[in-house]
């Protein structure tokens, strides 16, 4: 059983449509990153899910009930917002009790559970202190203890590292996996950072003008970009259109300027690539020269597919990618009319 399920959620505020037909499903315990830039519905589906903005159409159902119409305070979710929201006026304590107060919870069970909970986010000893008196990282520890306190079945995260620096960022966000994996809690994680995403999540759900471009594990959306966004917004990629020079019943030859790629799977075309660049990618060799033209090493390439990992010059990447790049190639079919390639939209001599 799903711990949440949407089913053709969408969301639109007169003619402008912000969340379009988005659906996905996630079971317990597991870490779920909806990414995607600024304006792509992203923080609209959470709300969404959480009860505080109401839905224009389809579904969402959270454990086994149909949760759309449920009022917030009724849905056994718990959302920790991009601000952390901490009530300014009470206690460290007193925040991550107010969950249980409003449920009715005795006031000794409740006090041991904060305890507990507090405890959970090394804060002990912090009790009596109001949020003025701690840190970034502090107050965004109690949010999160105000969260799990309640025993969630499903835990929502709006950006909450967006207003920590780098150092303390990456502290946190290790923190927080450690946690949602020990509890073994569903979660559902908002970000626009890349490095974040890949870094936290069971699944990736890129997002883009409201809908949803590709859900997969986070090496597959590093590695097999299904389109020309994905594979431009996570990381760096070089786009290289190609043309086809020649198609079989299984293989193609890709060809531009003064190298070709053979080999490459006939089934890109048949999925879609003709017109969207993202997916394809070859093994390369390190030129001689600085120009690939001038390299005899260039003139004809095997086609291995996903053979090279994608790095960021090896600052950045899923497991620790290496130094080499993996390169997405835009194709047309020159034997059906097809236009000749343009310029490449990065040098291909630009390798380091």
């Known amino acids: 059983m799903s711990s949440i399920r949407l089913v053709a959620l969408t969301k639109r505020y007169g003619a402008l449509t912000v969340v379009d037909h988005v659906s996905f499903a996630g079971e317990r315990g597991e870490f779920v990153t909806l990414l995607g830039p600024s304006g792509c519905g992203k923080t609209t589906t959470l709300r969404m899910i959480a009860g505080f903005v109401v839905p224009t159409s389809g579904r969402i159902e959270i ?149 949803i471009e590709q859900i997969g594990k986070p090496t597959d959306i590093y590695e097999r970009p299904r389109s020309r966004f994905v594979a431009e917004f996570l990381g760096r990629s070089n786009l290289i259109e190609m043309q086809v020079r020649e198609l079989r019943a299984d293989t193609m030859r890709l060809a531009r300027g003064g190298f070709s790629v053979r080999d490459a799977p006939a089934a890109a075309l048949r999925d879609g690539y003709r017109d969207d660049p993202a997916g394809v990618c070859f093994d390369h060799a390190r030129p001689r020269s600085r120009h690939p033209r001038r390299s005899h090493r260039f003139r004809d390439i095997p086609w291995r597919e996903h053979a090279v990992a994608r790095g960021d010059g090896g600052r950045s990447g899923v497991g620790g990618a290496g130094r080499t790049k993996r390169d997405a190639i835009r194709f047309t079919d020159a034997g059906r009319g097809g236009r000749r390639a343009s310029r490449s939209r990065r040098r291909v001599d630009r390798w380091r």
């Open 63 to 211: 454990g086994d009930r149909d949760a759309t119409q449920v009022p917030p305070n009724r849905r056994d979710v718990a959302l920790v917002f991009q601000n952390y929201a901490l009530f300014p006026h009470m206690t460290v304590s007193a925040n991550v009790a107010f969950g249980l107060r409003m449920r009715g919870i005795g006031r000794d069970e409740r006090n041991m559970r904060v305890a507990q909970a507090l405890e959970m986010v090394k804060l002990r000893g912090f009790e009596d202190r109001f949020p003025k008196a701690l840190s970034g990282g502090q107050q965004q520890r109690v949010a999160l203890a105000r969260a799990l306190v309640i025993n969630p079945q499903l835990l929502l995260l709006d950006e909450p590292f967006g207003a920590l620096d780098k150092q303390l960022r990456d502290h946190m966000r290790d923190e927080l996996s450690v946690l949602q994996r020990r509890l073994g809690i569903a979660t559902v994680f908002v970000t626009h950072d890349q490095q974040e995403a890949l870094a936290l999540s069971d699944r990736v759900i890129v997002m883009n003008g409201g809908r």
